[in-house]
């Protein structure tokens, strides 16, 4: 009898990463936040540029905590009208005057019990949903839609913002209450651009992952390759750098990546910045008198 074959090991899942890729001082920092944060039970706001991988970072830290195993939930505040919203969070029950065809709602709150809640861009959460979300921080009870009976719920919230909800508090468009209900622990994830020591590790993380997910060899960069990246601002963070290495390793025909093979687009603003650069730092022309 032939022994069957054992299944290969699968790779890290692309939006789970086992580790945070970098060795910046901004990373590194973050890396402690992450550890902190897994720790605890506490709420987390994450904060950032679309792109940072705020999104990695939450759901890397309900994966190291005690409540990995329930369920991780995503809510977007910005992508759906505020009634819309609201059912989703809290959950809703038929009308008692008109209840043909409706059936009783279970909310993102109510069904990741023992989980993880994320809101996404809670920035833009309406004064009266902020004010629903406050009272169950303070009681862990809510009130599905229609419904008078409160139901507990144990979830840990995190929020995800590309605001400053400081300001937001400031000019009273963002509850003070319920920023520091969710601002237990704070973490700050810096552009791309203002930690490029981060780079190289990140591009050779993606291209590996990427070349092991298609079957395809190793890609290596030439020295001036990996400077022009370096020197790229990275509009896109690190979601970009993502589907630049994808690219990459998709479409390059050899092992080894120069400077002039890479994305056009990335090359000359990579070059402009460059110029700009050294055209700040140079000393100015000498004056010499007549």
Not at 218 to 238: F, I, R, S
Request: with cysteine; net charge positive; aromatic share 4%.
């Amino acid at each position: 009898m032939q022994t069957p074959l054992r299944p290969l090991r699968p790779l890290p899942e692309m939006n789970r990463p086992l580790v945070i890729v970098g060795h910046s001082a901004a990373m590194q920092r973050i890396a402690e936040e992450v550890s902190a944060a897994s720790e605890s039970n506490v709420t987390v706001l994450i904060a950032g540029e679309s792109g940072v991988g705020r999104r990695l970072i939450a759901r890397t830290i309900h994966d190291r905590s005690a409540r990995h195993a329930g369920p991780f939930v995503s809510v977007n505040c910005i992508c759906l009208p505020d009634a819309r919203l609201e059912s989703e969070l809290f959950g809703g029950v038929p009308d008692g005057n008109d209840s043909r065809g409706l059936q009783t709602v279970r909310g993102r709150l109510e069904a990741a019990d023992g989980g993880t809640v994320v809101l996404h861009d809670i920035g833009y959460l309406s004064w009266r949903l902020q004010s629903r979300l406050l009272r169950y921080t303070e009681a862990r009870e809510l009130n599905r839609l229609g419904s008078p009976r409160p139901m507990s719920s144990d979830v840990r919230l995190m929020a995800i913002t590309n605001r400053r909800l400081v300001h937001a508090v400031t000019n009273q468009a963002f509850r003070d209450d319920l920023f520091y209900r969710m601002n237990v622990i704070h973490i700050e994830v810096p552009p791309l651009r203002e930690r490029t020591e981060d780079v190289s590790a990140l591009l050779r993380y993606f291209l590996c992952v990427h070349a092991a997910r298609l079957g395809r060899p190793m890609l290596d960069l030439t020295a001036d390759a990996l400077n022009c990246l370096t020197e790229y601002d990275w509009p896109g963070n690190v979601r970009e750098l993502k589907e630049v290495a994808e690219r990459l390793v998709q479409t390059h025909p050899s092992d080894r990546v120069a400077v002039d093979e890479l994305p056009a687009a990335i090359v000359r603003r990579s070059m402009s910045r460059t110029v700009a650069r050294w055209g700040a730092s140079a000393p100015a022309p000498a004056v010499v008198p007549h």
